[in-house]
């Protein structure tokens, strides 16, 4: 679990954040909204600010959204800033609220300097009139745009870049300017590992095996996920109350050493097709019917 303050908020959060996503079962969007503000866990509402905001309203719950991409089609830093300020305007009638905890810069590609001058302008000014609690920095594309988004700008307290056991690039890269301007860690896509699953689907094809009695029984998703969150806040997605209890139980799980080697053989399987095809006519269920996704 994350230890100190995150970054320059100079505040603790817990190591696993819920980010809401469109209930895929009958389970409505009030049962998962209130599944979600019962937990006390920040709250990701980027899929949805129309669809999550009026769940939200009344509550002290720390929210956080991301952009849209709107400002990458401003034609000078002005209509920038008015894009920025009208997508805030929008998040916060929809919550009912003054205010958001964390405003999230969305970088999909490069984009010009007075694009990035406009965003930048339109979050200073939110953040002067209480609008915006912190501001945020968001990886969604090569970790390079996201650098020269950053590189010369100091705004930023928190920054959000992929991460998972598959794959670490944006994190390789963007990390060590993170803390070098002492800038808080937030990962995401812990479980996109290249195969597309969603959050309950791991669990029930994949078991960690040859574990200790204690730890009998965690999914390889929950340990990732735990193993992950020991380093930075980790955002991951739900859509059912299930999958937020399965990302609570894995803030309190005590990892076993060697979690690394034990992950390798998952985490090199998506490189090897060889042994992809030979899980397919494994005895053991679990691997074939992963093997039979693959190939689907």
């Not at 109350?241 to 992950?263: E, F, N, Y």
Request: proline share 5%; net charge negative; hydrophobic share 40%.
């Amino acid at each position: 679990m994350p230890t100190g303050y995150l970054g320059r908020t100079n505040r603790s959060f817990p190591s696993i954040w819920l980010s809401l996503s469109q209930p895929n079962s009958a389970e409505d969007l009030q049962t998962l909204a209130h599944k979600a503000l019962d937990s006390g866990l920040p709250i990701d509402i980027s899929s949805g600010p129309a669809i999550w905001g009026g769940q939200m309203r009344g509550t002290d719950a720390p929210l956080m959204v991301a952009s849209n991409s709107d400002y990458e089609r401003a034609n000078n830093e002005s209509h920038a800033c008015d894009l920025v300020q009208a997508h805030l305007i929008e998040v916060l009638s929809s919550l009912g609220r003054d205010s958001i905890d964390f405003y999230f810069v969305r970088v999909r590609r490069m984009v010009e300097e007075f694009q990035i001058s406009g965003v930048l302008q339109a979050l200073e000014i939110a953040k002067n009139e209480g609008h915006v609690g912190y501001i945020g920095l968001m990886c969604d594309g090569p970790s390079l745009a996201t650098l020269g988004f950053w590189q010369f700008h100091d705004a930023f307290e928190v920054i959000s870049m992929p991460r998972n056991h598959y794959s670490d690039e944006a994190y390789r890269t963007l990390s060590p300017l993170a803390k070098e301007r002492r800038v808080g860690v937030v990962t995401t896509k812990p479980l996109n590992w290249g195969y597309g699953l969603p959050f309950i689907a791991i669990p029930d094809l994949w078991r960690l095996r040859n574990l200790t009695q204690s730890f009998y029984g965690m999914s390889l998703a929950q340990a990732a996920l735990a193993d992950l969150s020991q380093d930075h806040p980790v955002v991951v997605s739900v859509n059912s109350s299930k999958q937020i209890d399965q990302a609570i139980q894995a803030q309190s799980v005590t990892l076993p050493d060697g979690l690394d080697a034990m992950l390798e053989p998952f985490r090199s399987a998506f490189d090897d097709e060889e042994l992809w095809k030979s899980w397919l006519t494994s005895d053991d269920v679990l691997l074939r019917n992963a093997a039979q996704r693959r190939f689907a």
